[in-house]
């Protein structure tokens, strides 16, 4: 009589039916490099068809009743991201919940994938920054049942619960200053069109109230954001080449202000009095600046706070609201001046 099997699949009968050594399972599955993506899909495959679940502590964090909750952001290098999962974070694991956070770096199909291997881990919940994500991922995971918090965006049409800022109406908010200080030719500098929903939505509302100001359409630079004060000072150096064109420049985040300000400083150009430089988070590089920073501060910790808070009740069975949008505050600093 053959031996029963009293626990899942592991690493090793993945690996016999995949024909590859234990080493490359492991890798496939936690994404790592070096393995290639047709053998990663076919090891993914085998393995959701076998029921496995990690062995060790993380097939303990497998079971029916995990405290595990799958937290994914686009990088960790930014200090919104940051102080939005301390924020979150504590709260979680003061109700003695742990986490795992994952990078997608903006991109959809690594949020995807990042998704596909937490569910082996069969977390208690999932948290995803913004609200765009591939259709298909928002299908599955409303097909799931499991608590699902969407951060630092809103939307009408969430997977489950979503807590963030209306980045649109933000913009709006930070350019309705600008123009009351008689600005009428501005510039945005921030990541290429399409890469950050967030980043598209502020430039949505800055247009939007220039336009009803009767003023043109701001003219707008993208730069890769890998290191965020040297985008700023690219995004400056690309406006300033085009020539006396723009009175003022926003900028997607402080950090790239900061590099834009400098460069232009060291172009010869006086801020705020030749031109207007204008941040947006509030970060804490703003409060040693010389001047204050033009910005607006958004409610990071609070937005994490308020997630993890609407991710504890709904694991506990309460219903929150499905949309929570938490308002910015306005920083008038020192680097937009009145024209005269």
Same mark, same amino acid.
């Given at each position: 009589?053959?031996?029963?099997?009293?626990?899942?699949?592991?690493?090793?009968?993945?690996?016999?039916?995949?024909?590859?050594?234990?080493?490359?399972?492991?890798?496939?599955?936690?994404?790592?490099?070096?393995?290639?993506?047709?053998?990663?899909? #076919?090891? !993914?495959?085998?393995?959701?068809?076998? +029921?496995?679940? *990690?062995?060790?502590? /993380? &097939?303990?964090? $497998?079971? =029916?009743?995990?405290?595990?909750?799958?937290?994914?952001?686009?990088?960790?290098?930014?200090?919104?991201?940051?102080?939005?999962?301390?924020?979150?974070?504590?709260?979680?694991?003061?109700?003695?919940?742990?986490?795992?956070?994952?990078?997608?770096?903006?991109?959809?199909?690594?949020?995807?994938?990042?998704?596909?291997?937490?569910?082996?881990?069969?977390?208690?919940?999932?948290?995803?920054?913004?609200?765009?994500?591939?259709?298909?991922?928002?299908?599955?995971?409303?097909?799931?049942?499991?608590?699902?918090v969407e951060l630092w965006d809103v939307s009408d049409d969430p997977i489950d619960v979503c807590v963030g800022l209306d980045h649109r109406a933000a913009g709006a908010a930070l350019a309705?200053?600008?123009?009351?200080?008689?600005?009428? #030719?501005? !510039?945005?500098?921030?990541?290429?069109? +399409?890469?950050? *929903?967030?980043?598209? /939505? &502020?430039?949505? $509302?800055? =247009?939007?109230?220039?336009?009803?100001?009767?003023?043109?359409?701001?003219?707008?630079?993208?730069?890769?954001?890998?290191?965020?004060?040297g985008a700023g000072a690219r995004g400056m150096t690309a406006l300033l080449a085009q020539g006396p064109r723009h009175d003022v420049v926003f900028f997607h985040n402080d950090n790239t202000?900061?590099?834009?300000?400098?460069?232009?400083?060291?172009?010869?150009?006086?801020?705020?009095?030749?031109?207007?430089?204008?941040?947006?988070?509030?970060?804490?590089?703003?409060?040693?600046?010389?001047?204050?920073?033009?910005?607006?501060?958004?409610?990071?910790?609070?937005?994490?706070?308020?997630?993890?808070?609407?991710?504890?009740?709904?694991?506990?069975?309460?219903?929150?609201?499905?949309?929570?949008?938490?308002?910015?505050r306005l920083v008038p600093g020192a680097t937009v001046a009145p024209q005269p």
């Amino acid at each position: 009589m053959g031996r029963i099997r009293n626990r899942p699949p592991g690493l090793r009968e993945v690996a016999q039916r995949a024909g590859v050594s234990m080493m490359t399972v492991s890798r496939a599955l936690r994404g790592v490099d070096g393995v290639s993506s047709a053998t990663r899909a #076919r090891i !993914a495959a085998l393995a959701a068809d076998l +029921g496995y679940v *990690p062995d060790g502590h /993380a &097939r303990a964090l $497998g079971a =029916a009743d995990s405290r595990i909750i799958g937290i994914s952001v686009p990088n960790l290098f930014n200090d919104v991201f940051a102080q939005i999962l301390d924020g979150m974070r504590r709260t979680l694991e003061t109700a003695g919940y742990s986490s795992v956070v994952d990078t997608t770096d903006y991109d959809l199909s690594r949020e995807q994938a990042w998704c596909d291997r937490m569910a082996a881990w069969r977390p208690a919940a999932l948290v995803l920054t913004g609200c765009a994500h591939a259709p298909a991922l928002r299908e599955a995971l409303r097909a799931t049942g499991r608590p699902v918090v969407e951060l630092w965006d809103v939307s009408d049409d969430p997977i489950d619960v979503c807590v963030g800022l209306d980045h649109r109406a933000a913009g709006a908010a930070l350019a309705a200053h600008v123009v009351a200080l008689g600005h009428r #030719r501005p !510039a945005f500098v921030g990541p290429p069109e +399409g890469v950050d *929903p967030r980043a598209d /939505a &502020r430039f949505a $509302g800055i =247009a939007a109230t220039f336009a009803a100001a009767g003023a043109g359409a701001p003219g707008r630079v993208g730069v890769d954001d890998q290191s965020a004060f040297g985008a700023g000072a690219r995004g400056m150096t690309a406006l300033l080449a085009q020539g006396p064109r723009h009175d003022v420049v926003f900028f997607h985040n402080d950090n790239t202000a900061f590099g834009g300000l400098m460069t232009a400083e060291a172009a010869g150009l006086r801020v705020p009095e030749d031109i207007g430089i204008a941040g947006f988070n509030g970060l804490d590089l703003t409060r040693v600046m010389p001047r204050p920073l033009t910005t607006l501060k958004t409610p990071r910790r609070q937005i994490g706070l308020v997630a993890g808070q609407h991710l504890l009740a709904r694991l506990n069975g309460v219903r929150p609201p499905a949309r929570t949008v938490l308002a910015g505050r306005l920083v008038p600093g020192a680097t937009v001046a009145p024209q005269p």
